[in-house]
């Protein structure tokens, strides 16, 4: 039972145009949501965050929106670039619980062409 | 170094042997996290450290499956007897605030 999901597997977009990845949860308890950046043979790498008393966070090119009644987070990139290209995980935390371990969903591929 | 470190980077075992891995976190952060990420799946807790001990275990498969923590900093991640199921990257991170996490490269474990 995925209480994280991304349902898209894969995006593809043409270089200068806006991504959005999408990403739904189940858990009304999660609080705290994370996007996560990942490239070929390594780590994820941590990207922007919302808390859940905002709808919005934005930071550049990335911007994070919340709609709490939907369950449901999207990370827009704009404009995107060639070097956006890579896996990109949403994660959830539930704060209350204390012991923030994030709920990953299964990832997004995002291809951005020249 | 000033990232989260792990080694091997790659490991090939055969069936049944037992293998060890290690993440060296960022100094200082004292919550430390392990992942597995199977192919083409998403990334799977095994068990988190807060200090040395482990408040949660929960994500760990099987009792073949053991962790440590020690002096607040390196870990270690045990399989024994492995199985050709138990093949995935096996990542480690660290964190200072709880919510972000810093992640090392992974451990590509193969079981042939």
């Known amino acids: 039972d995925q209480q994280v999901k991304q349902n898209s597997p894969s995006l593809s977009v043409q270089e200068g145009r806006i991504s959005i990845l999408n990403c739904d949860y189940t858990?009304?308890?999660?609080?705290?949501f994370l996007w996560y950046k990942k490239y070929p043979a390594e780590g994820p790498t941590f990207l922007i965050s919302?808390?859940?008393?905002?709808d919005k966070n934005e930071d550049g090119r990335f911007t994070v929106f919340l709609n709490k009644s939907a369950k449901h987070l999207s990370l827009h990139i704009v404009p995107s670039q060639p070097g956006d290209s890579a896996v990109y995980f949403c994660?959830?935390?539930?704060?209350?619980?204390?012991?923030?371990?994030?709920?990953f969903g299964r990832g997004t591929s995002l291809i951005v062409h020249p | 170094g000033a990232g989260v470190s792990q080694s091997p980077s790659n490991k090939v075992t055969e069936k049944g042997k037992d293998v060890e891995l290690r993440c060296d976190p960022i100094?200082?952060?004292?919550?430390l996290y392990w992942y597995r990420q199977r192919l083409g799946q998403g990334l799977e807790f095994l068990i988190y450290?807060?200090?040395?001990?482990?408040?949660?275990k929960s994500g760990l498969p099987s009792d073949r499956f053991s962790a440590e923590r020690t002096g607040e900093s390196v870990s270690t991640l045990t399989i024994q007897r492995t199985q050709q199921e138990d093949s995935a990257v096996y990542l480690c991170?660290?964190?200072?605030?709880?919510?972000?996490?810093?992640f090392g490269p992974g451990t590509r474990l193969t079981v042939l």
């Open positions: 991170a660290s964190s200072a605030t709880g919510n972000e996490q810093f």
């Open positions: 858990n009304s308890m999660f609080d705290y």
């Open positions: 919302i808390s859940s008393i905002k």
């Open positions: 994660a959830a935390i539930g704060t209350s619980g204390g012991s923030y371990i994030p709920t």
């Open positions: 100094s200082g952060h004292t919550a």
């Open positions: 450290f807060q200090g040395n001990s482990a408040p949660d």
